[in-house]
C-alpha cells in the first residue's frame, strides 16, 4: 500500500474545492470537519466554497447508483438495510441448519450478527483461511455464507457488503471515473486491503 501524506485540518480550506472529495468515517465527523472550515473564515467573510465531505458509506452508495447505467456492474434491484441484511442471515442460517439436523442454535440473531460481521471482515481484509487452520464452526459458517449469498442472488438484493465490491471492481476497471482529483480521507486509523 502506498504512503499516505497526511493534512492538517487548517489545511483542508486550501485544497481546489470543486476537485476535492472528503472521506470520513462517519456524518459526526463530516459535520466537525464543516464546522472547522466554517469557523476558519477570516472575519468578515460569511462564504467560502467548500469541498464536497461525506461518510465512505454514503460515497459508496452514490457510486453504486451511478452504476445504474453500466451493463458489466449493474447493481441488484434493492439494497438490504441491515436489518434486512440480519433477516437474511437468519434465514440462510436456519435453511442450513435444518438440513443439517444438528444441534440447534441457542441465538439465531446473535449468530446472524456475528455472521453478518464476518462476511464484511473476510472481503474488507482479504482474508483467506487455510484448509489446516479451518475448524468445524469455520466450515459451518462458510455454508451460511454460501446459502446467504445464493439468497442475494435469487431475489436480486444487495447488501452493503456486496454492493461495496461490486463498486471497487467498477472503479478498477475503469468503469466508474470520480470527478475529483483529490481524495481526503479523515478520521480513519486504518485502511482495509479492500480500500487501500
Same mark, same amino acid.
Given at each position: 500500500?502506498?504512503?499516505? =501524506?497526511?493534512?492538517?485540518? !487548517?489545511?483542508?480550506?486550501?485544497?481546489?474545492?470543486?476537485?476535492?472529495?472528503?472521506? *470520513?468515517?462517519?456524518?459526526?465527523?463530516?459535520? &466537525?470537519?464543516?464546522?472547522?472550515?466554517?469557523?476558519?473564515?477570516?472575519?468578515?467573510? &460569511? *462564504?467560502?466554497?467548500? =469541498?464536497?465531505?461525506?461518510?465512505?458509506?454514503?460515497?459508496?452508495?452514490?457510486?453504486? %447508483?451511478?452504476?445504474?447505467?453500466?451493463?458489466?456492474?449493474?447493481?441488484?434491484?434493492?439494497?438490504?438495510?441491515?436489518?434486512?441484511?440480519?433477516?437474511?442471515?437468519?434465514?440462510?442460517? &436456519? !435453511?442450513?441448519?435444518?438440513?443439517?439436523?444438528?444441534?440447534?442454535?441457542? @441465538?439465531?440473531?446473535?449468530?446472524?450478527?456475528?455472521?453478518?460481521?464476518? %462476511?464484511?471482515?473476510?472481503? %474488507?481484509?482479504?482474508?483467506?483461511?487455510?484448509?489446516?487452520?479451518?475448524?468445524?464452526?469455520?466450515?459451518?459458517?462458510?455454508?451460511?455464507?454460501?446459502?446467504? !449469498?445464493?439468497?442475494?442472488?435469487?431475489?436480486?438484493? @444487495? %447488501?452493503?457488503?456486496?454492493?461495496?465490491?461490486?463498486?471497487?471492481?467498477?472503479?478498477?476497471?475503469?468503469?466508474?471515473?470520480? =470527478?475529483?482529483?483529490?481524495?481526503?480521507?479523515?478520521?480513519?486509523?486504518?485502511?482495509? =486491503?479492500?480500500?487501500?
Amino acid at each position: 500500500m502506498q504512503e499516505i =501524506p497526511y493534512l492538517q485540518m !487548517h489545511e483542508l480550506g486550501e485544497c481546489e474545492s470543486t476537485q476535492t472529495l472528503i472521506l *470520513t468515517v462517519n456524518n459526526r465527523f463530516a459535520r &466537525r470537519i464543516l464546522e472547522t472550515l466554517q469557523r476558519s473564515l477570516p472575519a468578515g467573510q &460569511r *462564504t467560502m466554497e467548500v =469541498p464536497e465531505i461525506m461518510p465512505v458509506g454514503a460515497w459508496l452508495r452514490q457510486l453504486a %447508483d451511478e452504476l445504474c447505467f453500466s451493463e458489466a456492474f449493474t447493481p441488484a434491484a434493492h439494497v438490504l438495510d441491515s436489518f434486512g441484511c440480519h433477516y437474511a442471515w437468519e434465514e440462510a442460517i &436456519r !435453511h442450513v441448519e435444518a438440513a443439517a439436523e444438528g444441534e440447534g442454535l441457542l @441465538d439465531m440473531r446473535q449468530a446472524a450478527a456475528l455472521a453478518s460481521e464476518a %462476511d464484511g471482515l473476510l472481503d %474488507d481484509w482479504d482474508i483467506e483461511v487455510v484448509e489446516a487452520e479451518q475448524s468445524s464452526d469455520y466450515e459451518r459458517f462458510l455454508r451460511w455464507r454460501e446459502r446467504y !449469498h445464493h439468497h442475494l442472488e435469487e431475489f436480486d438484493l @444487495d %447488501d452493503a457488503n456486496r454492493s461495496a465490491n461490486r463498486v471497487l471492481q467498477a472503479l478498477q476497471a475503469g468503469a466508474l471515473r470520480p =470527478p475529483f482529483s483529490t481524495l481526503v480521507l479523515a478520521g480513519f486509523h486504518e485502511l482495509s =486491503p479492500r480500500f487501500g
